[in-house]
């Protein structure tokens, strides 16, 4: 079983930057996709940012050109590089991943077998 732990949240002004890192133990197996979800207070869950494991990646058009995923594949881990914060970005944010490899990089939720617990991010002045 594949556990995945958030770290990196926390409480920032308008126009600030957080990284977020997200670190999968449990298995020495190489993950498919990874993801970024954010969910604000009485707002759908909705996808951030997603990479497969070749790197491509897809963003959302909010955060195009502020936000930037990455992995290694190595250490299964992932990260978001979160720049030009505004008080819209505030939401906890989840950690998602896939067991499986799929062609493309656009994927439902219900794609991603394994999730992390969320960690807040609180963009204000």
């Known amino acids: 079983q594949v556990h995945l732990v958030e770290s990196g949240g926390g409480s920032v002004q308008p126009g600030g930057s957080l990284r977020l890192s997200c670190a999968a133990s449990g298995s020495s197996a190489s993950l498919g996709h990874m993801a970024w979800y954010r969910q604000a207070p009485e707002k759908q869950r909705e996808l951030v940012a997603a990479?497969?494991?070749?790197?491509?990646?897809n963003y959302v058009d909010s955060v195009k050109g502020r936000f930037t995923i990455s992995r290694n594949n190595a250490i299964n881990t992932a990260w978001l590089q979160m720049d030009s914060l505004k008080p819209e970005d505030t939401a906890v944010y989840y950690c998602a991943a896939s067991r499986r490899r799929y062609p493309s990089v656009r994927l439902s939720m219900s794609n991603y077998d394994y999730w992390g617990p969320g960690t807040q991010v609180t963009v204000s002045s």
């Open positions: 990479i497969t494991s070749g790197g491509i990646t």
